[in-house]
């Protein structure tokens, strides 16, 4: 089993930035994709972002796109979310994900792991 830990959650103004980070320790890192999942008060955790464990493939939530990117490090073990032109909407906790499937096959309730999740807040 791979553990998973975030950080780099704050607060921030609309327009803003934050970068965050997963580091993953346990199983080995390699033939896990990863990804991030968000819940906000009073709403469903929802879907944000996957990588492929080689990298090459990206998925993301519409309301994202073209604001977000994720990436990852195999050799470092770490995934990480940029998220730019940050909306007061983006406010909530953002957990990191990793199952050994394809994420476009991923079940929330069937994922491999989860980090304990990074709040990350938006004032507008």
């Known amino acids: 089993q791979v553990q998973l830990v975030e950080s780099g959650g704050g607060l921030v103004q609309a327009g803003g930035s934050l970068r965050l980070s997963c580091a993953a320790s346990g199983r080995t890192f390699s033939g896990y994709a990863m990804g991030w999942f968000r819940q906000a008060p009073g709403k469903e955790r929802e879907f944000v972002a996957a990588?492929?464990?080689?990298?090459?493939?990206?998925r993301y939530v519409e309301s994202v796109k073209g604001r977000f990117t994720i990436s990852r490090d195999n050799a470092k073990n770490m995934v990480y979310l940029q998220m730019n032109s940050l909306k007061p909407e983006d406010t909530a906790v953002y957990y990191c994900?990793?199952?050994?499937?394809?994420?476009?096959?991923?079940?929330?309730?069937?994922?491999?792991?989860w980090g304990q999740g990074t709040l990350v807040t938006v004032s507008s």
């Open positions: 994900v990793a199952d050994r499937g394809s994420p476009g096959s991923w079940s929330i309730n069937n994922l491999d792991a």
């Open positions: 990588i492929s464990w080689s990298g090459s493939s990206t």
